[in-house]
């Protein structure tokens, strides 16, 4: 039995080497099809990972609350006029922040945040970034790594020293050559006078966050400046004045974020219910908060990944069937091309299983050449896309400079269990798309096979 087995391997492998063309553009259907599901699912993967791990950077037991402009004050903003400015207080609180740190049971941290905009000077260079006043555990919400010195710590603020950490790019820019620590940047005041600070620590070099609906606006770290939220508000204040041509805009906020660490994962959702039902109560007025549960996101983001891998896979899974469809096309043809050789075999005693198994086995080595095949390739996906991002860079570079940072970053992630899904696929559709053919060159009449010319 074995040896009739071997016998028609070694025949069947003969059979497809006589026409090395022709079964070479049957095993690319295949190829193509094997490849294109693992390159598809990487790619689908690695899009999904990065999306992923943006939301859970927030933390899963963080409930974030932001400041959000409420829209009649976007429509209609305050102008300056004969009579001077008009200040308009919106957003969070400090007794907002005190409120909810000290009513709600499952808190059990919290961590204000201002932000501005400001523009950054030392010995003629300037930068113009974000002004970010905030506590010492600012740094381990937001993953933020030191490259040299210190971040700042809750004491700066008691002290009220003007100490202030700056982050690589503002670096960079205003130290090329010095070492920034030790030294000083002057930040613009309230008053447009320039305020020295006394650089304490360097953050490294951050990825930026995208916008997460309409409650959690895109954070770039490039050029952000820290110092204690208590220096912030004793040097700046609350209220904001920006000039625009002929006119002025005041507006007041005192809190742009603050940070909830809720005591267990399980009680994020009830305690972000208990968060907008406390804030309802004192901001009826206008809608000028949001709030972003990252531990909800991540259970969408979830979800998505899974309909998006379902999605990529139907695609790569029709490549497959195409080309199981060329296999049959091709196992059609050579049963009728060699019908003759079908009816001496039968006339020399070969049953209809034998014919049978000689082109399934035909069929079963195309399948497993292109799955082998398509495997090689897919598993080249890193390199490859690698590769195709330094040519870009070389030859297009303004295309790659137009990318946003997270298209630009994304690297395409093998999923394992893609691999031997899509060999075994491609094995099964050789089988089922070679069958027809086979059953089709075993049920031939003998004597009319012998006549066929």
Request: charged content about 20%; glycine content about 8%; some cysteine.
């Amino acid at each position: 039995m074995f040896i009739l087995w071997l016998r028609t391997w070694q025949l069947g492998i003969k059979s497809l080497w006589l026409h090395p063309m022709r079964s070479l553009l049957t095993v690319l259907g295949i190829f193509i099809g094997v490849a294109s599901v693992i390159w598809l699912l990487a790619v689908g993967e690695g899009i999904s990972r990065k999306a992923t791990e943006q939301i859970e950077s927030l933390g899963a037991t963080n409930v974030i609350v932001r400041t959000i402009k409420p829209a009649e004050l976007s429509l209609n903003s305050t102008r300056g006029d004969m009579r001077g400015p008009t200040i308009t207080p919106y957003g969070l609180t400090r007794d907002d922040f005190h409120r909810l740190k000290s009513t709600i049971p499952t808190i059990v941290d919290s961590i204000p945040v201002r932000e501005i905009r400001r523009q950054f000077t030392h010995a003629g260079r300037q930068i113009d970034g974000r002004l970010v006043g905030c506590t010492a555990k600012y740094q381990e919400i937001n993953r933020l790594i030191m490259d040299r010195g210190r971040f700042i710590e809750d004491i700066d603020g008691i002290n009220r020293h003007n100490f202030c950490v700056i982050s690589s790019k503002v670096a960079e820019r205003l130290f090329p050559i010095d070492d920034p620590i030790g030294r000083s940047i002057n930040i613009q005041s309230v008053s447009n006078v320039p305020d020295p600070y006394v650089v304490i620590g360097i953050v490294q070099e951050k990825d930026p966050t995208a916008g997460i609906g309409g409650s959690f606006s895109a954070q770039d770290f490039s050029n952000d400046v820290y110092i204690q939220i208590d220096t912030f508000w004793s040097r700046f204040g609350d209220k904001i004045i920006t000039n625009s041509g002929s006119s002025i805009e005041m507006e007041q906020i005192e809190l742009s974020q603050v940070t909830l660490q809720v005591d267990k994962r399980e009680n994020v959702m009830k305690t972000s219910e208990l968060i907008r039902m406390t804030l309802d109560k004192h901001h009826s007025k206008m809608r000028d908060y949001g709030i972003t549960v990252p531990l909800e996101l991540l259970e969408q983001a979830r979800t998505t990944q899974i309909m998006f891998m379902l999605f990529m896979g139907l695609i790569a899974g029709i490549s497959l069937l195409v080309g199981g469809i060329g296999i049959m096309n091709i196992m059609l043809a050579t049963v009728t091309e060699r019908t003759r050789e079908i009816g001496i075999r039968r006339a020399l005693g070969a049953k209809r299983g034998d014919i049978v198994r000689q082109f399934l086995i035909e069929t079963i080595v195309l399948s497993v050449v292109g799955g082998l095949l398509g495997i090689g390739v897919g598993l080249a996906c890193v390199p490859a896309t690698d590769f195709v991002w330094w040519l870009l860079s070389i030859y297009c570079p303004h295309v790659v400079a137009a990318l946003p940072d997270t298209v630009r970053n994304i690297q395409p992630i093998i999923v394992t269990w893609s691999i031997p899904l899509s060999f075994i696929i491609s094995v099964v559709i050789g089988v089922m798309f070679g069958l027809y053919p086979a059953i089709r060159a075993a049920s031939m009449d003998p004597i009319e096979a012998l006549r066929h010319e």
